[in-house]
């Protein structure tokens, strides 16, 4: 695709519910990046994947939160049980490779996650 | 000490103004330096990309690097309302075989007609 692609757009659930969050990253990266962005606070790193692998899971904040990636392609996000603080904005990033100009990470649209 | 720091402003200026976005930062092994820019509800685009330390120059963009103090800046000439968005500096450490990015919290900038 043109872009990094993020869906949903928007999700609004309720507290103790579990959310899927997907990202498409742009075709022929290889590197793909989760990140958090809460209201006046900067982005937060989640996860990286290389590939299909996650070699740096350091930034998830619980073991409610997991991640994938099938095919070296699309991520999906899991939140389980989810909690009020987990409210944010949740960004994915696509990179070419992992180092130097190879690097450089476009970002998605995000998706607004609101637990009620 | 975080390692990059970066005021949260709001910085306000009126259009046409020259704007300067700053960032500072600990970690001496950042190599890599980046000025990305976003709008209300929308993720973060790449404006520059810069290694050394000095100049470069895109548009009425110009982002400087000086290593020595540890320091970046983004210069913005002829500032637009279209400017307006929260700019945020991200650093990469070259010495590591992968990294990740660290990024400052961003400034918002607010350019009037």
């Known amino acids: 695709g043109a872009g990094v692609s993020q869906s949903p757009s928007n999700k609004v659930t309720e507290k103790g519910k579990d959310v899927e969050l997907r990202c498409d990253p742009i075709s022929g990266h290889t590197a793909l990046y989760w990140y958090r962005q809460s209201l006046g606070q900067g982005l937060e790193f989640l996860i990286y994947?290389?590939?299909?692998?996650?070699?740096?899971k350091s930034g998830l904040p619980s073991d409610r939160f997991s991640a994938e990636r099938t095919g070296g392609s699309v991520s999906t996000l899991t939140i389980q049980r989810t909690q009020q603080e987990d409210s944010a904005v949740y960004l994915c990033a696509s990179s070419v490779g992992l180092a130097g100009v190879q690097n450089i990470q476009y970002f998605g649209a995000g998706t607004r996650l609101s637990v009620l | 000490q975080k390692e990059v720091e970066q005021d949260p402003g709001p910085l306000s200026v009126p259009e046409g103004a020259i704007v300067s976005l700053n960032c500072t930062y600990s970690n001496s092994a950042f190599q890599y330096f980046m000025w990305y820019r976003q709008y209300s509800r929308k993720g973060p685009e790449l404006l520059m990309y810069t290694y050394s330390s000095g100049n470069k120059e895109d548009g009425r963009f110009t982002a400087q690097v000086d290593k020595s103090s540890k320091y970046i800046s983004l210069f913005i000439r002829d500032s637009q309302p279209s400017d307006s968005a929260t700019y945020l500096c991200?650093?990469?450490?070259?010495?590591?075989?992968?990294?990740?990015?660290?990024f400052g919290k961003g400034t918002m900038l607010l350019v009037s007609p």
């Open positions: 991200a650093m990469e450490d070259k010495n590591s075989g992968y990294s990740t990015l660290t």
């Open positions: 994947f290389q590939g299909n692998s996650a070699p740096d």
